[in-house]
């Protein structure tokens, strides 16, 4: 597997694995519209993502969902292996005008804070 892919083994499926990560996971976030859930002590780094249907239509929400990932996988060889993190997305200001500097921006500071990035 390439070192900037998203295989499907770090992608958090099940609703029993979101509702541990809600449950054991420590919240972080920069706004009310952007939260993160970040369990430690994981297997392996696992990622989901949720965006509130009242964000705006599929169309939106999909592109919110798209960024998220791609920054994901971009920063994913920087992220410390052993973590499990849920991002949620809920309506708020700006929330549809977010791009892709803006999503990476809020990450890795969310990412620093955590301290689930990889001691370098």
């Given amino acids: 597997m390439g070192l900037f892919s998203f295989p499907k083994e770090?992608?958090?499926r099940k609703q029993e694995d979101f509702l541990r990560?809600?449950?054991?996971g420590r919240p972080y976030s920069l706004s009310k519209s952007f939260i993160i859930y970040?369990?430690?002590?994981a297997e392996k780094r696992r990622i989901g993502i949720s965006v509130n249907k009242k964000v705006g239509k599929a169309v939106v929400r999909n592109r919110i969902k798209r960024l998220i990932r791609e920054v994901y996988r971009l920063h994913r060889p920087y992220l410390r292996e052993d973590i499990e993190m849920l991002v949620i997305v809920?309506?708020?200001?700006?929330?549809?005008?977010?791009d892709f500097h803006k999503v990476?921006?809020?990450?890795?500071?969310?990412?620093?804070?955590?301290?689930?990035?990889?001691e370098q």
């Fill in 38 to 41: 970040i369990r430690k002590g």
């Fill in 10 to 12: 770090e992608k958090l």
């Fill in 90 to 98: 809920k309506p708020g200001e700006n929330i549809k005008d977010l």
């Fill in 21 to 24: 990560v809600l449950r054991e």
């Fill in 104 to 118: 990476k921006d809020m990450l890795i500071k969310i990412w620093e804070k955590a301290g689930a990035l990889k």
